[in-house]
């Protein structure tokens, strides 16, 4: 099998190209012949060393894959060889293949294309939890999503639409702003150019009739932009702590909490995962359902083959990828 190895931390162009012996298989595992392995930012950051866990080199990076089982273990009863399915397998998914317990492999629904079963999993689940678990949203509040035309930021406005909030998306680019459009935001900010705070205000006033602020602040980007963001929350609003694209940690004034009794909330999906297994299934099981029946629409990825990984990922640190990206063996 083909994978993408990461030999030693350092840059994207070290990564390389290697043939391996194929995984062995358990009596209760499947093997999948990958159609495409979803890229994630925090990918880029495994392989640069920058992220809070290191894994042991040499490894495979890649945690969404997406393709067809082409074997099963002796045990497996509930899975087909020629069946489409779906699994994350933390790290080892950029590859031809991988083999995951047959109980890890979801079967892909119909509505979903391989691309977006191998990218919506993280960037819906992140929104989902966020939206849902944590800031217990409701219907007609309304959300200022930060970098609405990337990933999670993407995923948050179809999830806020869906869920009836009135959305104000902020991205640096038209494409990114026309992507959040066309997953229901009711405007957008061109965060390169405009001032979000003042914009959001303004929106908020216009589609909700209260120009005090915003319900929601989402913020995947950090940095002085997630701090201007604080500000445009109104009475009671919540600010959702959910990443730092932009390299910087925000330095959120408390003062700034203090007013208007605004509430700060950590979003950590990854670490509750771990803890909450039984309760994450049955999230990505409404998850699921909800694409089938339209209410969320997953963009198509963009498609590199496997080989260009360190393109991919040099383009999604570079703000390049609207939506999401998969690399295909
Ligand atoms: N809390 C959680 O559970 C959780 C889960 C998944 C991901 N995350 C985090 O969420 C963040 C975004 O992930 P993603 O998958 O959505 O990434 P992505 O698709 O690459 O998008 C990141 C966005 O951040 C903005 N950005 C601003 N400054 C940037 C910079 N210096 N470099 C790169 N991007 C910059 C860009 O939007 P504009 O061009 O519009 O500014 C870009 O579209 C990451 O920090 C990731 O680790 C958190």
């Not at 803890?275 to 089938?292: F, K, P, S, T, Y």
Request: aromatic share 6%; proline share 5%.
């Amino acid at each position: 099998m083909r994978v993408v190895s990461c030999n030693s931390f350092g840059p994207l162009t070290d990564l390389a190209i290697e043939e391996r012996d194929p995984w062995p298989l358990g009596p209760d595992d499947v093997r999948i012949a990958v159609s495409a392995a979803g890229v994630n930012f925090v990918d880029a950051l495994f392989v640069q060393g920058l992220y809070q866990i290191k894994p042991p080199l040499p490894f495979v990076p890649g945690n969404e894959i997406a393709g067809v089982v082409s074997e099963i273990g002796a045990d497996v009863t509930t899975l087909q060889v020629g069946q489409r399915v779906f699994t994350n397998v933390g790290l080892g998914g950029y590859a031809s293949e991988v083999a995951v317990p047959a109980k890890r492999a979801v079967p892909t629904p119909d509505s979903m294309t391989d691309g977006q079963a191998a990218t919506f999993t993280q960037s819906y689940s992140t929104a989902w939890f966020a939206l849902v678990k944590r800031a217990r949203v409701s219907a007609g509040q309304s959300m200022l999503v930060l970098g609405a035309g990337s990933g999670v930021g993407l995923a948050a406005v179809d999830v806020g639409r869906s869920l009836g909030m009135t959305v104000i998306a902020a991205a640096s680019s038209a494409e990114k702003r026309a992507a959040a459009t066309a997953r229901g935001a009711a405007a957008v900010i061109d965060s390169s150019a405009e001032d979000v705070k003042t914009r959001a205000k303004e929106f908020a006033q216009e589609l909700t009739g209260d120009g005090t602020g915003v319900d929601v602040v989402y913020d995947p980007i950090g940095g002085a932009q997630g701090e201007q963001a604080l500000r445009a929350l109104r009475e009671d609003g919540q600010f959702l702590v959910i990443g730092f694209a932009s390299g910087a940690i925000p330095q959120l004034p408390a003062n700034q909490v203090l007013l208007r009794n605004r509430r700060v909330t950590g979003v950590d999906w990854g670490a509750w995962v771990g803890r909450h297994q039984q309760e994450n299934n049955e999230m990505l099981a409404d998850i699921v359902a909800a694409i089938g029946d339209g209410r969320l629409s997953p963009v198509e990825p963009i498609a590199y083959p496997l080989d260009q990984a360190a393109q991919a990922l040099q383009d999604q640190l570079d703000r390049k990828i609207v939506g999401k990206t998969v690399l295909v063996p």
